[in-house]
């Protein structure tokens, strides 16, 4: 029960941390620095658990889960965001437990079910009608949806990562040093530090996701990856509902996205469901 609660507490968190990043974005002449600008605080959040069950003897191997997410997926996130907004964005991220069952099923030689599959067709459905979608507002790229994919895939690969090492370290340790490593990765990739303005905009959506990084971790460390993963993924709702209340005007929203979203979500139920 506490991993369900953890992992539904994340969901929210990162769902809101979405819409925060399309806030952040506004009135930036750009989005390269805001990727560290995100991770940064969100580290200082991962240190401070990491404080309260200190275990560095463990933390290498999430130092190098962390190169790709929060690395690599961050960078990719926030692009999305940028591209295509924030609730299309927690749609396609919302398919992760598609990747994580694809995974499991390649490398953990787990059975292939028929509601397995239902839930697998549900969320490649939702992923589609998403990309061919023709009333998009003008401003917002399909390139975005790319980005976000990718990030799926590496966020599912995360979650792997971390209920397989879940034994080498603390909650806190292992989500500590898997921000380091992203906040490094971040820094790479950005080239330069961000600026005052931009940290300014984007420390509300790094302290969100500090707090879901931290949530995410303590799930893992407690439930399995086929029972937190498709709950992570309700984060989907809560992008689109928080987008729909903040920002409607911006994304371009109505009832089609939403039920976009439910497809989505439903898949990854499924697929917990049938784990």
């Known amino acids: 029960m506490t991993a369900v609660l953890l992992a539904l507490a994340s969901a929210a968190l990162f769902g809101?941390?979405?819409?925060?990043?399309?806030?952040?974005?506004?009135?930036?002449?750009?989005?390269?620095g805001a990727a560290l600008a995100t991770v940064i605080p969100a580290t200082a959040i991962g240190l401070v658990a990491a404080a309260f069950h200190p275990d560095l003897h463990g933390a290498w191997p999430f130092l190098l889960a962390?190169?790709?997410?929060?690395?690599?997926?961050?960078?990719?996130f926030t692009l999305?965001?940028?591209?295509?907004?924030?609730?299309?964005?927690s749609v396609m991220v919302g398919g992760a437990p598609l990747v994580a069952v694809a995974i499991a099923l390649v490398f953990l030689d787990e059975p292939l079910r028929v509601?397995?599959?239902?839930?697998?067709?549900?969320?490649?459905?939702?992923?589609?009608?998403?990309?061919?979608?023709?009333?998009?507002?003008?401003?917002?790229?399909?390139?975005?949806?790319?980005?976000?994919?990718?990030?799926?895939?590496?966020?599912?690969?995360r979650d792997n990562l971390a209920r397989a090492l879940h034994t080498?370290?603390?909650?806190?340790?292992?989500?500590?040093?898997?921000?380091?490593?992203?906040?490094?990765?971040?820094?790479?990739?950005?080239?330069?530090?961000?600026?005052?303005?931009?940290?300014?905009?984007l420390a509300p959506a790094?302290?969100?996701?500090?707090?879901?990084?931290?949530c995410?971790?303590?799930?893992?460390?407690?439930?399995?990856?086929?029972?937190?993963?498709?709950?992570?993924?309700?984060?989907?709702?809560?992008?689109?509902?928080?987008?729909a209340l903040l920002i409607r005007h911006n994304e371009g929203m109505g009832r089609r996205l939403a039920l976009w979203a439910l497809l989505v979500v439903a898949g990854g139920a499924l697929i917990g469901a049938t784990r």
Do not use: K
Not at 219 to 242: D, I, M, N
């Open 216 to 243: 995410l971790f303590e799930a893992y460390f407690r439930g399995r990856v086929s029972v937190v993963s498709p709950l992570v993924a309700t984060e989907s709702l809560w992008g689109v509902g928080l987008s």
């Open 115 to 157: 509601p397995l599959l239902i839930g697998a067709l549900a969320i490649v459905a939702g992923g589609v009608l998403l990309a061919a979608e023709r009333d998009r507002p003008g401003h917002l790229r399909r390139l975005g949806l790319v980005y976000a994919a990718a990030a799926a895939i590496l966020f599912a690969t």
């Open 168 to 201: 080498h370290a603390s909650p806190g340790t292992a989500a500590a040093a898997t921000l380091i490593a992203g906040t490094i990765a971040a820094a790479i990739w950005t080239r330069r530090p961000p600026t005052a303005r931009e940290l300014r905009r």
């Open 66 to 76: 962390g190169l790709l997410a929060p690395g690599g997926s961050q960078v990719l």
């Open 16 to 32: 809101a941390m979405t819409v925060a990043v399309r806030l952040g974005l506004r009135d930036l002449p750009e989005a390269s």
């Open 80 to 89: 999305a965001v940028r591209e295509v907004g924030a609730s299309r964005t």
């Open 206 to 214: 790094g302290v969100l996701f500090g707090l879901s990084y931290v």
